[in-house]
């Protein structure tokens, strides 16, 4: 919600999020694109870093980070070049003094898209963390090892961290099942989600612009090569992207890995003659 709200505060402003074919890999974003969306993901990502935890042990001010103005204030960050390692700003209403959390980014969990002919739909990601999560297998299930998804630093500089580990605490998640809904009408237009771990935020984030802003069908939206930031650099899709893509970053001075990005997204969107769906090839 924070990128696609810093990305609507750009798009106010005369940003353009565009497409373009280049050779030799075809349709995919424009560097400009991938640079305004690979920042507004580091942004967030550090919001997210500094800010979320289970919200049973850490007030999570989710008013104050998806705030309009303070989410048009983090996009007058963003500039011509990229920034790096974002920091963590200051939603209103904050006033506890956390530390960010720097623990290693994982890549795990399943997804699963659905509606009926009830006008019931569903968008559920789930996950035992690490491939077969614990190893340990209990009456036909296996058990997770979620406990890596906490920060095993508790404290920085005397300030805790959000994520830290506490008896009975739920670890954060990056899984991000998403309902899209009209704004006039309220009527449901799509389902989506994704597995991957830590790069979640980044496949449902594309998805969405190429739904929304872009006008794709829902295969081609998932198509595109996948892109992002999480914050430590920024990543496109090995063997997806131009070279020229990947230069022109560069000269933007982003430091860019080229590397595998499966998403395994899904999603369904309502049309004229029912529903359409798409899922990653």
Known sequence: LQTLGILDALQRKSAALDLATMPPVGLQPTATAVHLMAEAERLAYADRAQYLADSDFVP????????????????TLIGDKSMGRAQAGTPPGINLALAPDRSPLRISTSQIAAVDDQGGAISMTTSVESAFGSHVMSNG???????????????????????????GKRPRSSMAPTLVFD???????????????????????????????????????????????RNVGTEVEAGR?????????????????????????????RDQNGWAAGADP
């Open 183 to 229: 704004r006039n009408t309220g009527a449901l237009v799509a389902t989506i989600g994704s597995p991957g771990g830590s790069q979640i935020i980044e496949y449902v984030n594309k998805a969405v612009v190429g739904l929304v802003d872009w006008k794709l069908n829902p295969q081609d939206a998932i198509g595109l090569p996948n892109f992002g930031s």
């Open 60 to 75: 999570v001010n989710v008013k104050g980070l998806t705030d309009r103005a303070y989410l048009e204030g983090r996009a």
């Open 241 to 269: 992207v131009s070279p020229a893509l990947i230069q022109q970053l560069k000269d933007r001075g982003h430091e860019v890995s080229a590397i595998e990005m499966t998403s395994g997204t899904q999603i369904i969107v």
């Open 141 to 167: 299930f296996i058990l997770n090892n979620q406990l890596t998804d906490f920060s095993f630093v508790a404290d920085e500089n005397g300030k805790p961290v959000a994520n830290r580990i506490e008896p």
